[in-house]
């Protein structure tokens, strides 16, 4: 079992950062590729940024590519999400996930069913 706890949201104004962290125990951390989605109300969850086991491989949806930088440390067993010029269309329940990949430490996940572990999400608003 792994245990996914997010820290970081609020509400902020547009234009503002949050950095989001989720913190994980239980497990080797480093076995396990990561992401990041978010769910507004009304509207399925969504995936924002994935990134390797190691650390080496990122990827984000469209919508944020350049706004939001996903980072791990393998050594604090902690994922980080750095949000900056948010939109108030970013307002959403961010969550992480764990994906058990210890084959491979370049590939990264973009699909809710992928993921084998989720934390409990932490509200992000951001008001125009």
């Known amino acids: 079992q792994v245990q996914l706890v997010e820290t970081g949201g609020g509400l902020v104004q547009a234009g503002a950062s949050l950095r989001l962290s989720c913190a994980a125990s239980g497990r080797t951390f480093s076995w396990y590729a990561m992401g990041w989605f978010r769910q507004a109300p009304g509207k399925e969850r969504e995936f924002v940024s994935a990134?390797?086991?190691?650390?080496?491989?990122?990827y984000y949806v469209d919508s944020v590519k350049g706004r939001f930088t996903i980072s791990r440390d393998n050594v604090k067993n902690t994922v980080y999400l750095q949000m900056n010029s948010l939109k108030p269309e970013d307002t959403a329940v961010y969550y992480c996930a764990a994906k058990y990949a210890s084959y491979t430490t370049s590939s990264y996940y973009t699909r809710t069913y992928d993921y084998d572990y989720w934390g409990q999400g932490t509200q992000v608003t951001v008001s125009s």
């Open positions: 990134i390797s086991r190691s650390g080496g491989i990122t």
